[in-house]
């Protein structure tokens, strides 16, 4: 371990870096739900706030449909490709 800790460098494997990239990938745009209809800029750039709508809108949504199936159907929790 302290050999591991004072290295100087690291040599990672190519597989471990496409991994890693595909790991990324699925998290950030195969899992994500997209929610945009029923958000808006906030104050602050980093921040964001709920629109007004209807709940009916808001179950109709493609996003809540999966989280749904997900949660009474044991879905995945994926959008449909």
Known sequence: MKEFLA???ME???EFTRNAR???YYQLF???LPFGDFLEPSVRTT???LKS????????AECVQVIMEGVL?????LLKE
């Open 7 to 9: 290295a100087e460098k």
């Open 12 to 14: 990672v494997p190519a």
């Open 22 to 24: 595909r790991f990324l």
């Open 30 to 32: 195969r899992t994500s």
């Open 47 to 49: 921040q964001t706030r």
């Open 53 to 60: 709508f209807q709940l009916e809108d808001l179950l109709k």
């Open 73 to 77: 159907e044991e879905g995945d929790f």
